[in-house]
Each structure stands twice: as structure tokens, then as C-alpha cells.
Nanobody, 122 residues
């Protein structure tokens, strides 16, 4: 059974930073891509960033490019999302997901965490 647990969310002022972590267990973590998605109230879940199994390929939504950085440590079975220059519109529940392909499509991800709340005040 795959288990993904996000942490690091919280309340931050606009312009601030947060670092989200996703800890994985249950299958060989290094074999799979990981993505971060977010969902704001009343909106659909949207892609934020993804990283390939090796960490060699990174993908970002245009809305976060240049502000967010995704990374992974396969020895520790973790993926992190460093979020800088946060904006109120970044407010959402952030989810990590594990899957076969590191891209923006939700359908490529088989396992999901429970999410962590990020709130950015203006």
C-alpha cells in the first residue's frame, strides 16, 4: 500500500516562503514520478509542479514558474516544493501524487496524499 504524507503548510504573508514536503512509503519511491497539485475552494484541482523519477526532468505551471522549486531525495523517499514570493492566489490545499509520468495530467498519478493547507494573506 502506497502512502503519501504532505507537511509544511501554514499561514504566511504575501511575499513570504513555505517549504512543503511529501514523504512516501509502500513501494520503490525512486521508480516513480511525483507531482504537486493544488485545489482552491470552488475550483478544480490544478497542476503545480512535477519531477521525474530521477529528478532530471522538472515541470512547472506557468503561474508558479520562477517562484516554486520542486526537488526530490530518493534516499529519503521525499519530494519537496519550495515556494517563494507567495501570493494570495496561491492559497489552496496542496497535494502530492505519485505516478508513472511527470506531467500536468491528473490521470497520470495513481496515489495521492491527504493534502496540506497553504494560506497566503495579503
Amino acid at each position: 500500500q502506497v502512502r503519501l504524507v504532505e507537511s509544511g503548510g501554514g499561514l504566511v504573508q504575501a511575499g513570504g516562503s513555505l517549504r512543503l514536503s511529501c514523504a512516501a512509503s509502500g513501494r520503490t519511491f525512486s521508480n516513480y514520478a511525483v507531482g504537486w497539485f493544488r485545489q482552491a475552494p470552488g475550483k478544480e484541482r490544478e497542476f503545480v509542479a512535477a519531477i521525474s523519477w530521477s529528478g532530471g526532468n522538472l515541470y512547472y505551471a506557468d503561474s508558479v514558474k520562477g517562484r516554486f522549486t520542486i526537488s526530490r531525495d530518493n534516499a529519503k523517499n521525499t519530494v519537496c516544493l519550495q515556494m517563494n514570493s507567495l501570493k494570495p492566489e496561491d492559497t489552496a490545499v496542496y497535494y502530492c501524487a505519485q505516478g508513472s509520468g511527470s506531467d500536468h495530467r491528473i490521470s497520470r498519478y495513481n496515489y495521492w496524499g491527504q493534502g496540506t493547507q497553504v494560506t497566503v494573506s495579503s
